[in-house]
């Protein structure tokens, strides 16, 4: 199994970026995906998922309205689109699956994790 989390980068406060996982190894369709995200000194959280479908997501507080998950089960990739991005969101960003049909927000509910991508927003 691997997940493949691609786009991050340095940008300073109210920029946008895209991140993007690829999944290879499980059948994709078959997976809540997550996006999750630890700064420096800080436990992970939660901050987006989707159910298998696409139909249902949820969102941290404090990134709802900026940031927008979404999947293409055609691909395996899912994909976290932030906008107005603020220097609290600085973070390393991880993608995860649960082989599950039911979201959860837990890390421990997730089976799989990305190798993270570096997300700074300066301001």
């Known amino acids: 199994v691997q997940l493949q989390a691609s786009g991050g980068g340095l940008v300073r406060t109210g920029a946008s970026l895209r991140l993007s996982c690829a999944a290879s190894?499980?059948?994709?369709?078959?997976?809540?995906m997550g996006w999750f995200r630890q700064a420096p000194g800080k436990e992970r959280e939660f901050v987006a998922n989707?159910?298998?479908?696409?139909?249902?997501?949820d969102y941290l507080d404090s990134v709802k309205g900026r940031f927008t998950i979404s999947r293409d089960n055609a691909k395996n990739t899912v994909a976290l689109q932030m906008n107005d991005l603020n220097p609290e969101d600085t973070a390393v960003y991880y993608c995860?699956?649960?082989?599950?049909?039911?979201?959860?927000?837990?890390?421990?509910?997730?089976?799989?994790w990305g190798q993270g991508t570096q997300v700074t927003v300066s301001s």
């Open positions: 989707i159910d298998w479908n696409g139909y249902s997501a």
């Open positions: 995860a699956a649960r082989p599950r049909f039911t979201i959860s927000r837990l890390v421990r509910d997730y089976d799989f």
């Open positions: 190894g499980i059948t994709f369709k078959n997976y809540v």
